[in-house]
């Protein structure tokens, strides 16, 4: 399951976890059913074989429910079985059969119970059916036109990691079981429906009805079972005699093509680089609305987000390269083969994240390879918290387990292993270990057991300091050349905390030494806490390097002498040596340091160098970086003259403001009209508010220009924007993406936070928290807190007072506490007026007495007539 943010990577942006997963569209925002969990977690006990399971499914698009039959093949494995448990969360079970006689059977709601007359022994083939109905809030997810999706777009799909399918149909829901599938779908005539496998036929039905009939005759594990259905359009190519398919709903259809075309050469190169065929009868990728994650790698079925799709005018600013490369890596690598239980997720992520990155290498070379290395490098050694192993069984719930851990450190893993071992042994491996465990499940010795045989090396330190413990090596690194000798000194101290998880690394660390008489390469080996290490060489080094090929995942602080570090600035050979050197000279503000930045940004021969360049003069914020960012706008490569717009967005300069409407008269890529739109955002100029209204009403891509503007309306705070953009969410809610909505209600909220009338935004935003994607309905819970309008408390408390636990509850107590808040100024004010009020009451009275006592005392002291 592809789920790491959205990467910036060569050639374009992959598009991951987007909207769909971060805003949770759909029905699908529930808390996940799990019972409570143990101290730690193992795979639990395999009583029963399971053999196969047959689905036959009617799915009623407009109710959104689901009328089924499971029935499911079975033998007990070594002890005699009286019960049977299955999980089974919220389904509504009418019948149970069996081939064996049932005593009787219980739905808990979250498991289902059959009891059995008599014990069943071993090795006894067993099947049971179960009839259902079901109206899933996860696992199984609508998207249909009431809930604003297009009409002609109807569609389902399931998505069964971690522990979801459970939500529509009762299932053993665990990895540490293979099985063969089988779905029967009975759709609407006109729509097509997808699964596992192979399509053994499609028939109408007497009802009108056209019954789809899927066969996985490849044991796979329960959650890659896969049903997608719907009204979808079709690519088809192949690679030999392996089926190629890639479908999208019909209004997403025009830019199918841009997404599909590598998928040919991918399954090629990854045969080729395992070693092993393509291990299943075909290969489809659909793409659907609002996926809950970037992509899902279903057997024989990847599921992707429709977000992944672009238009060619984006250039190179987009691609879907890296996904749909992830998610076919794991077809052999977490389908073929597939973890055992969560704890050891990294043989499922880290695989499909590293072969993403080998494809990378295929498809743009060395230098595109190892920037993407670094990006993966980025995520793990930015983690405020790595003090977690890569297995790790202290997780209360599976979804824990997807995070940096499995994916980018799990990926860097495998790179140290194949750069310590070679290409060629790593692979044999490789190969090794997948013929080996075919369609079968794995833990990580699995893996080290097959490297300690072919290599004869010990691993077991480097799985103990690498996945068993927590943490990276972090090397402070000083240098320093004593003549006499001719000798090299460096000082090497790891200084990352320490603890019971985290451990003193003991590591291979490659140096490169450049002289005038040419290159000398060390290996040392860094064990302590602090070490020197000394190296005889010819003469003074121009250039040092450490760890020059990338092979070790470190945080290496080591600052060179300027002519060495201008040499490494300038090596055309060696991009991460570079891209360091830059690092470096973000930390300088003198002209010497901008001059050599935009010297890079100008000329080096990689984009993403160039895309660092900008970064660091956007980080110096000089006058200078400016001026030498405002001289590097018209570069060719998209990616870079994106980047360069978005740095100039953080200098407030007439100069900027100049270049973005010049800018604006002839860019045509909408995602930098969308830098230089947000960029105007930041500018009080009195044309500003007119050019954001034209973009509001405009027409792009996903509707990016007109939430482009909205962004820009929110940084302007102009309530003059209230009206227009509140028209434009009330009449083309359906041009904009479901998390584009949902921002602009937020915005609509923070525009009218100070109105002195707030009824019309208060009522329209009411309304959209009756909305039926729950992405925009928290949207909406949000926003109303946001507004800090009193009179929207009393609804916004139903939602925060809802039994049980979900998103929209969240989020709705969320805005109580702000609306709260908001309105205590004006009771505190309401409470000072009363309590003025009644002491002016109290004057008055204390008055009339007083004036009452003096009358009395008149009264005496006047004398009798």
Not at 83 to 104: F, K, N, P, Y
Not at 121 to 145: K, M, N, W
Not at 373 to 400: C, K, M, N
Request: charged share 25%; proline share 6%.
């Amino acid at each position: 399951m592809y789920l790491s943010s959205c990467r910036k990577r060569l050639p374009g942006l992959c598009l991951a976890l987007l909207f769909g997963a971060s805003l949770g569209f759909g029905p699908g925002s529930v808390p996940l059913a799990a019972d409570p969990p143990p101290a730690r977690q193992y795979a639990p006990s395999r009583e029963v074989d399971y053999l196969h399971v047959a689905l036959d499914l009617t799915p009623d698009f407009r109710a959104r429910t689901l009328a089924a039959t499971a029935t499911l093949r079975f033998r007990p494995i070594a002890r005699p079985l009286r019960e049977l448990g299955l999980d089974a969360v919220d389904l509504r079970i009418t019948q149970v059969t069996a081939s064996e006689t049932i005593q009787a059977w219980q739905n808990t709601d979250r498991r289902l119970v059959i009891t059995f007359a008599a014990e069943l022994p071993p090795e006894r083939e067993v099947s049971v059916t179960i009839t259902y109905t079901a109206e899933p809030q996860a696992g199984l997810y609508f998207r249909t036109p009431e809930m604003g999706y297009p009409a002609g777009d109807t569609h389902l799909f399931t998505q069964g990691e971690a522990i979801l399918h459970r939500h529509w149909f009762p299932c053993f829901d665990a990895p540490n079981e293979k099985l063969t599938s089988e779905v029967i779908c009975r759709v609407p005539a006109g729509m097509t429906v997808l699964s596992n496998g192979r399509l053994l036929s499609e028939t109408p039905d007497a009802d009108g009805r056209t019954v789809f009939h899927w066969l996985q005759d490849k044991p796979h594990v329960n959650y890659l079972i896969a049903v997608v259905a719907g009204h979808f359009r079709q690519l088809e190519d192949a690679h030999g005699h392996l089926p190629l398919t890639f479908h999208t709903p019909p209004s997403e259809f025009a830019w199918a093509e841009t997404s599909f075309r590598g998928t040919r050469d991918m399954v090629d190169f990854f045969e080729r680089e395992t070693g092993v065929p393509y291990p299943w009868d075909r290969y489809a990728q659909a793409c659907v609305h609002d996926f809950v994650a970037g992509g899902m790698e279903n057997t024989t079925l990847t599921v992707l987000t429709h977000q992944t799709l672009f238009p060619p005018e984006t250039e190179n600013t987009r691609s879907s390269q890296g996904l749909v490369a992830h998610e076919l890596a794991h077809q052999w690598f977490g389908d073929f083969v597939t973890c055992k239980d969560w704890s050891h997720l990294w043989l499922n992520e880290g695989f499909a994240t590293y072969y993403d990155a080998l494809y990378e290498n295929h498809r743009h070379g060395r230098d595109a390879f190892r920037y993407q290395l670094r990006h993966y490098a980025r995520e793990v050694l930015s983690q405020a918290d790595d003090t977690t192993p890569i297995v790790w069984r202290g997780f209360a719930h599976p979804d824990e387990q997807f995070s940096f851990r499995a994916y980018p450190k799990g990926a860097w893993v495998l790179h140290m292993l194949r750069s310590q071992l070679g290409d060629t042994l790593y692979r044999r491996v490789v190969q090794t270990w997948l013929e080996r465990h075919a369609y079968g499940t794995v833990v990580t010795e699995s893996f080290n057991a097959v490297l300690e045989e072919l290599s004869g090396l010990s691993f077991d330190r480097f799985f103990d300091q690498w996945v068993y413990h927590a943490g990276h090596p972090q090397l402070d690194v000083s240098y320093t050349w004593d003549e006499t000798t001719r000798l090299a000194r460096l000082n090497i101290r790891q200084t990352q905390k320490l603890s019971d998880r985290v451990l003193l690394f003991h590591l291979p660390l490659p140096v490169r030494f450049r002289t005038p008489a040419g290159v000398t390469e060390r290996v040392l080996t860094v064990s302590a806490a602090e070490e020197s290490f000394h190296v005889a060489l010819p003469a003074a080094p121009t250039l040092i390097r450490i760890d020059p090929d990338y092979t070790v995942l470190a945080k290496v602080n080591f600052t060179p002498p300027n002519a060495l570090l201008d040499a490494q600035l300038t090596d055309p050979d060696d991009l991460i040596g570079r891209l360091l050197a830059i690092e470096i000279l973000t930390t300088r503000k003198d002209q010497e340091s901008v001059a050599k930045l935009r010297t890079v940004l100008n000329t080096d021969a990689f984009p993403g160098a160039r895309i660092e360049a900008s970064k660091a003069l956007r980080t110096l914020h000089t006058d200078a970086a400016l001026e030498a960012l405002l001289a590097s706008t018209g570069q060719a490569d998209a990616t870079v003259r994106r980047q360069v717009r978005e740095d100039l967005r953080a200098f407030y300069r007439d100069t900027v403001l100049a270049s973005t409407r010049e800018a604006m008269r002839t860019e045509r890529n909408p995602d930098i009209l969308r830098e230089l739109i947000l960029t105007l955002g930041t500018y009080t100029d009195p044309a500003i508010p007119e050019t954001l209204l034209t973009y509001l009403r405009s027409d792009s891509f996903r509707n990016i220009l007109a939430e482009a503007a909205i962004e820009a309306m929110r940084a302007q705070d102009d309530p003059a924007f209230i009206t227009p953009l509140l028209e434009t969410l009330q009449t083309r809610e359906a041009a904009f993406t479901s998390g584009g909505f949902a921002m602009g209600l937020g915005v609509l909220a923070h525009l009218a936070r100070h109105a002195e009338d707030r009824e019309a935004v208060r009522t329209f935003l009411a309304r959209q928290t009756y909305h039926p994607k729950s992405g925009v309905k928290r949207a909406a819970l949000a926003a109303l807190g946001a507004l800090g309008d009193p009179k929207a408390l009393a609804l916004v408390e139903t939602f925060a007072r809802a039994g049980q636990e979900s998103p929209e509850r969240n989020a709705a107590q969320e805005a109580v506490t702000r609306l709260r808040a908001a309105r205590r100024p004006a009771d505190e004010f309401r409470a000072l007026r009363d309590e003025v009020l009644g002491f002016r009451k109290e004057a008055r009275e204390l008055r009339a007495e007083i004036e009452s006592l003096r009358n009395q005392v008149k009264e005496l002291a006047t004398p009798a007539p």
